[in-house]
């Protein structure tokens, strides 16, 4: 639902970044969305990593939930219904059909119909649970909302975003999930 109209801001309005991508991810177990925003440098023609983290920001601050607010039951059916039928899908090669078993085994999940029963939950979205969803983990102030930076640059950034983690073993040990 965000997908274009975030690339559509970002690289194409707001003209940041040579890589400007939304999309959903779940690896070994963790399920996260991804708003990513990359740069060739921070100069006059391209934003730095302050510029970016802060174009992010606006949209999830502003531009999401007016999107959202106007979703109504067609468009979310449209989309979900797309997803549905990607994790339906038949695997066209072997490693396509080993795949999704292998991240279970590496999950230890060993959920062996949980993509079934993904297509299922996302037909019986509604616009209320996506808003909800949004308000919850992505939103300012939401209650689930755990957000992470990742800054990669050939040298050090020149301010504008949190400080440095000074021992990162013991910050990892204090998280509630580590």
């Known amino acids: 639902v965000l997908e274009a109209p975030f690339y559509e801001s970002l690289r194409t309005t707001q003209q940041l ?4 991508q939304a999309a959903a991810r779940q690896r070994e177990g963790v399920s996260s969305i991804v708003f990513l925003a990359q740069s060739a440098r921070d100069d006059d023609k391209c934003k730095g990593p302050a510029d970016l983290a802060a174009a992010i ?3 999830l601050d502003d531009r999401a939930p007016a999107i959202l607010g106007k979703l109504d039951g067609a468009q979310l059916n449209d989309v979900a ?9 038949l695997p066209k090669s072997l ?8 991240d279970e085994i590496v999950s230890e999940r060993r959920d062996w119909d949980r993509r079934a029963r993904e297509a ?16 919850a983990a992505f939103a300012p102030g939401g209650a689930a909302r755990r957000p992470l930076l ?6 050090r950034p020149a301010g504008g ?18």
């Open 120 to 135: 299922a939950a996302l037909r019986k979205l509604t616009p209320d649970d996506v808003r909800a969803l949004f308000a």
């Open 95 to 102: 490693g396509a059909a080993a795949g999704p078993h292998w």
């Open 150 to 155: 990742v800054v990669a640059d050939k040298g």
């Open 161 to 178: 975003l949190a400080a440095d983690i000074p021992d990162a073993p013991a910050f990892a040990a204090g998280l509630e999930a580590w």
């Open 17 to 20: 970044g040579y890589i400007v």
């Open 57 to 59: 920001d606006g949209f």
């Open 81 to 89: 219904d797309g997803i549905a039928r990607q994790l339906e899908e």
